[in-house]
C-alpha cells in the first residue's frame, strides 16, 4: 500500500525573531509564509510564547486572515493561550512544553504526567472544532496518554535524533530512529495522526519522510536559515523535494 501524502508545514518563529532584533516591521513573517506557501509548503506553524519572543498577537491575527494555508498554532497549556486559540481557532493546536528561560522546545510533552491538567485544555480545542496536536518524545506510555486524551495527532520531537545526526555519534542515532519507527507504528495502531518536528534538515529529513505512518513534517529553524544563502523558495523547494524522494 503507498504510504500516505506527506504534508510539509513551515514554521515562520524564526522570521520573527530577525524582525524583533531591531524592533521594527521587516522581516515579515507574514510574507514569509507567503512565500513559503507559492514553494509547496502544506500548512504554516507558529509558536506563540508566553514571552511574546518572535511570533506576536499580531502575527497570529494576520496569519488567520491571510493565510489560506492551515495554520497550526504552537502553545503551552496555560489559560490565556486556550482564550486565544478559541478566539483565532486555527486549524490545529499543538500543545508543547515551554520554559522561558530556553532557548527552544527542550523535549516533548509529559502527557502522561499532566493528564489531569491537559485534559480541560484538548477537550476544550476538540469541542472548538480545532484539530488537538501533542508535541511529544517517542515513547510508548507518552502515545497512550495522548489517546486517552483523545487527541488528534501526537508530533515526534525529532531532536534526539537530529542532534545525533550532527554530533556524528551513530549509535545514538541508530537507537533514537529506532525509538521513532517503533513510536510511529504504535501511535498510527491506535488511530493518531503521526507528525515529526524539531531540527529537521536536508541531512535528516529523509529518513522521517521514510516512515509511512508520519503525514506532516513541521519544519523551521533550519529553512528560513537556509534561506539567507539560497533564498526561502529554493529552501522550501529543496525540502520538498527531499522528503518526495524518501517517500515510500
Not at 7 to 20: E, Q, S, Y
Not at 36 to 49: E, F, N, P, V
Not at 104 to 131: C, F, M, P, S, W
Amino acid at each position: 500500500m503507498r504510504a500516505p501524502y506527506l504534508r510539509l508545514g513551515v514554521n515562520i518563529d524564526h522570521v520573527a525573531t530577525i524582525r524583533n532584533a531591531r524592533g521594527g516591521p521587516y522581516p515579515d513573517p507574514i510574507r514569509a509564509a507567503m512565500l513559503a506557501a507559492q514553494a509547496g509548503a502544506d500548512g504554516i506553524t507558529a509558536h506563540l510564547r508566553e514571552d511574546r519572543r518572535h511570533i506576536s498577537d499580531a502575527d497570529l491575527l494576520r496569519l488567520s486572515r491571510e493565510i489560506e494555508l492551515p495554520l497550526n498554532m504552537e502553545c503551552a497549556a496555560t489559560p490565556e493561550m486556550l482564550e486565544i486559540a478559541l478566539r483565532h481557532r486555527p486549524h490545529a493546536v499543538c500543545l508543547v512544553p515551554e520554559k522561558r528561560e530556553e532557548k527552544t522546545t527542550e523535549g516533548g510533552l509529559d502527557v502522561a504526567g499532566q493528564h489531569n491538567h491537559l485534559k480541560h485544555y484538548t477537550a476544550r480545542l476538540r469541542d472548538a472544532g480545532i484539530r488537538v496536536s501533542l508535541f511529544i518524545n517517542p515513547d510508548e506510555r507518552q502515545i497512550i496518554a495522548a489517546r486517552d486524551l483523545q487527541a488528534d495527532i501526537v508530533e515526534l520531537h525529532a531532536g534526539g535524533y537530529c542532534d545525533a545526526v550532527l554530533e556524528g555519534n551513530l549509535k545514538k542515532a541508530e537507537a533514537e530512529l529506532a525509538a521513532h519507527q517503533k513510536a510511529a507504528r504504535s501511535a498510527a495502531a491506535l488511530g493518531l495522526e503521526v507528525h515529526a518536528g524539531h531540527g529537521i534538515s536536508f541531512d535528516t529529513v529523509g529518513v522521517f519522510a521514510a516512515m509511512p505512518q508520519v503525514v506532516e513534517l513541521n519544519i523551521g529553524h533550519f529553512l528560513i536559515g537556509e534561506a539567507i544563502f539560497i533564498g526561502l523558495h529554493e529552501a522550501v523547494t529543496r525540502m520538498r523535494r527531499l522528503m518526495d524522494e524518501a517517500r515510500p
